[in-house]
């Protein structure tokens, strides 16, 4: 926590000696941002009534650069969430200020998270689904406070924050925080090993509820574990990562695990074909009668994506999701993107 502080005050020390330079020759402006994500599926065999039409993300912000290294972002997302009829709910996706300069990058406020945010770069193709750890429920993608990042040369960077830990849709005081910290090693072009660690203090308001028939349980604060290996050009790009979570919902020893494998080749200057595989599986504490994590299973999926123009992309995809505790499943989707 001492290296944290110290990262965030020589930033604000430096910030006044750029703001007064960059304010000389540079003139400030902004952009409005734009971006949607939706799809078509369809179910096969005892999936087949699983049919229609969805909207997973709709953005709509602004972006505002004050100098060369200061700027501030604010964006609501009109489909982050469903209410219990269906219905779309609204909420602030984002709303932070960011100092970049010298090595530090620097965000404070409504913003989004380290955690799995480098992992989605090198997925490529977040609009057809979300990453591991984000689908299955290990953290939030957006939080409210402090992330901080240097870069001490070409090749390690460092990264440090301090967050509520409950994501951008619970935003509230509490006894919890979340510490997290991340190294980032690119020994050779193009490729890069991360290694990712959070601790979330328990607080007795956030902790899971018990299954039925569980009286009690031991309470302990919640970790994350997250390691990464990357690599990406201009043709092809893969990934292959292991992430755990210990004491999910601050429940000593309900733990869970999974282990994440894609690539992304481009074909053609506007055809990629893309494959994924993800593996998912938890443990029960002493006094859990029954397997808690419904994610548990297999998740496979192959596709090609179409960029007829830089603001759209259009995905059909196969995916095959086997639960460990029900039949297989398989769906074709055809997902898009468009952003501005």
Same mark, same amino acid.
């Given at each position: 926590?001492?290296?944290?502080?110290?990262?965030?005050?020589?930033?604000?020390?430096?910030?006044?000696?750029?703001?007064?330079?960059?304010?000389?020759?540079?003139?400030?402006?902004?952009?409005?941002?734009?971006?949607?994500?939706?799809?078509?599926?369809?179910?096969?065999?005892?999936?087949?009534?699983?049919?229609?039409?969805? #909207?997973?993300?709709?953005?709509?912000?602004?972006?505002?650069?004050?100098?060369?290294?200061?700027?501030?972002? =604010?964006?609501?997302?009109?489909?982050?969430? %469903?209410?219990?009829?269906?219905?779309?709910?609204?909420?602030?996706r984002n709303a932070f200020i960011n100092w970049n300069d010298k090595g530090f990058n620097i965000n404070v406020g409504l913003t989004g998270l380290l955690q799995f945010s480098i992992q989605e770069k090198y997925w490529m193709h977040r609009y057809v689904m979300k990453s591991f750890q984000d689908l299955n429920k290990m953290a939030p993608s957006v939080d409210m406070g402090i992330t901080a990042e240097y870069a001490f040369n070409p090749y390690l960077s460092a990264d440090l924050s301090l967050t509520n830990g409950e994501g951008y849709k619970k935003i509230k005081k509490d006894n919890s925080m979340r510490y997290a910290a991340g190294i980032s090693l690119?020994?050779?072009?193009?490729?890069?090993?991360?290694?990712?660690?959070?601790?979330?203090?328990?607080?007795? %308001?956030?902790?899971?509820?018990?299954?039925?028939? =569980?009286?009690?349980?031991?309470?302990?604060?919640?970790?994350?574990?997250?390691?990464?290996?990357?690599?990406?050009?201009?043709?092809?790009?893969?990934?292959?990562?292991?992430?755990?979570?210990?004491?999910?919902?601050?429940?000593?020893?309900?733990?869970?695990?999974?282990?994440?494998?894609?690539?992304?080749?481009?074909?053609?200057?506007?055809?990629?074909?893309?494959?994924?595989?993800?593996?998912?599986?938890?443990?029960?504490?002493?006094?859990?009668?029954?397997?808690?994590?419904?994610?548990?299973?297999? #998740?496979?999926?192959?596709? =090609?994506?179409?960029?007829?123009?830089?603001?759209?992309?259009?995905?059909?995809?196969?995916?095959?999701?086997?639960?460990?505790?029900? %039949?297989?499943?398989?769906?074709?989707?055809?997902? =898009?993107?468009?952003?501005?």
């Open positions: 926590m001492k290296r944290f502080y110290f990262i965030i005050l020589v930033a604000i020390l430096c910030i006044n000696s750029s703001f007064a330079q960059d304010s000389i020759a540079f003139k400030p402006y902004g952009k409005v941002i734009a971006r949607s994500f939706f799809d078509y599926s369809t179910g096969f065999g005892h999936a087949n009534d699983e049919r229609g039409f969805d #909207l997973t993300r709709a953005f709509l912000g602004y972006s505002y650069k004050f100098t060369r290294t200061l700027q501030g972002q =604010v964006i609501i997302d009109g489909a982050s969430s %469903k209410t219990s009829t269906d219905g779309l709910e609204v909420y602030v690119y020994p050779i072009k193009n490729t890069i090993f991360r290694i990712y660690a959070d601790i979330y203090n328990d607080d007795e %308001k956030q902790r899971d509820a018990l299954p039925e028939g =569980v009286t009690d349980g031991n309470y302990k604060d919640q970790y994350t574990l997250s390691l990464f290996a990357g690599y990406q050009n201009e043709k092809i790009s893969f990934g292959a990562e292991y992430n755990k979570v210990y004491n999910k919902g601050f429940i000593e020893k309900k733990d869970y695990y999974g282990y994440s494998f894609y690539t992304s080749a481009k074909l053609a200057s506007k055809w990629r074909t893309f494959a994924r595989y993800d593996l998912t599986d938890s443990s029960n504490p002493s006094a859990f009668t029954s397997p808690w994590n419904d994610l548990d299973g297999q #998740l496979m999926m192959v596709g =090609v994506e179409f960029q007829p123009v830089k603001q759209l992309k259009i995905a059909p995809n196969f995916r095959n999701i086997n639960k460990d505790r029900v %039949k297989a499943e398989q769906y074709l989707f055809i997902n =898009v993107e468009f952003n501005l």
